[in-house]
């Protein structure tokens, strides 16, 4: 009678496992750690580059003043303007720059850094620069730095040269007075051993 439950020819291994059966290696599990993302620098503000001073717009010239044809001034007339006149004037010219038309007649003295005379003056003249035109009638004095006079044009009068007037020289400080002067001295009265003892008189 069988041991194992009475099942014939019934035939049972048993096998134990082995003394030094390797393990299977388990591969090791890498810890990944997720990278944070990388963050941009902040833009840096671009440093402001200093700017050059604004140059001021040029000085515009100002516009001449005409009077036309026509039209007779009984007075004066003065600026610091360009002024063209081209009628009669019965008075004193003093102006920036004249330019004194075809149709123009001035009595009375002219006075201007520059002056275009293309009529009649019937007076002194008075600028730095004189341009006498072929039409030009002066009746007087010019006084001038430079002088140019075209074919045809009168003069009755005399060529003066213009002198600038000599600068003034800075009147001078008047120097402190001198101090006082010391007193004299006072003078003692000579004493006996000044004058020696003459044993012959007695």
Same mark, same amino acid.
């Given at each position: 009678?069988?041991?194992?439950?009475?099942?014939?020819?019934?035939? &049972?291994? /048993?096998?134990?496992?082995?003394? &030094?059966?390797?393990?299977?290696?388990? %591969? =090791?599990?890498?810890?990944?750690?997720?990278?944070?993302?990388?963050?941009?620098? %902040? %833009?840096? =503000?671009? @440093?402001? @580059?200093?700017?050059?001073?604004? /140059?001021?717009? +040029?000085?515009?010239?100002?516009?001449?003043?005409? $009077?036309?044809?026509?039209?007779?001034?009984?007075?004066?007339? $003065? !600026?610091?303007?360009?002024?063209?006149?081209?009628?009669?004037?019965?008075?004193?010219?003093?102006? !920036?720059?004249?330019?004194?038309?075809?149709?123009?007649?001035?009595?009375?003295?002219?006075?201007? @850094?520059?002056?275009?005379?293309?009529?009649?003056? $019937?007076?002194? *003249?008075?600028?730095?620069?004189?341009?006498?035109?072929?039409?030009?009638?002066?009746?007087?004095? $010019?006084? #001038?730095?430079?002088?140019?006079?075209?074919?045809?044009?009168? &003069?009755? !009068?005399?060529?003066?040269?213009?002198?600038?007037?000599?600068?003034?020289?800075?009147?001078? @400080?008047? =120097?402190?007075?001198?101090?006082?002067?010391?007193?004299? =001295?006072? *003078?003692?009265? +000579?004493?006996?051993?000044?004058?020696?003892?003459? #044993?012959?008189?007695?």
């Amino acid at each position: 009678m069988s041991c194992c439950g009475g099942l014939p020819n019934a035939h &049972f291994e /048993t096998r134990s496992p082995p003394m &030094f059966a390797k393990k299977k290696e388990t %591969p =090791a599990k890498l810890a990944l750690t997720p990278l944070e993302p990388t963050r941009a620098a %902040p %833009p840096q =503000a671009a @440093q402001p @580059q200093p700017q050059p001073a604004p /140059t001021p717009p +040029p000085a515009r010239p100002k516009p001449a003043s005409l $009077i036309a044809k026509g039209l007779t001034i009984r007075g004066d007339v $003065i !600026g610091d303007i360009e002024v063209h006149l081209d009628c009669v004037v019965l008075g004193d010219v003093k102006v !920036g720059k004249l330019v004194v038309g075809p149709n123009a007649r001035i009595e009375g003295s002219v006075t201007a @850094q520059a002056m275009e005379i293309h009529g009649m003056v $019937i007076g002194s *003249v008075t600028a730095q620069s004189v341009r006498l035109y072929g039409t030009a009638r002066v009746d007087g004095d $010019i006084t #001038h730095e430079q002088l140019a006079m075209e074919t045809g044009a009168e &003069f009755q !009068g005399r060529s003066l040269k213009f002198r600038r007037p000599a600068p003034t020289p800075p009147q001078a @400080q008047h =120097a402190p007075p001198p101090p006082p002067a010391p007193p004299p =001295a006072p *003078v003692s009265p +000579p004493s006996a051993s000044q004058f020696p003892y003459n #044993h012959s008189a007695y």
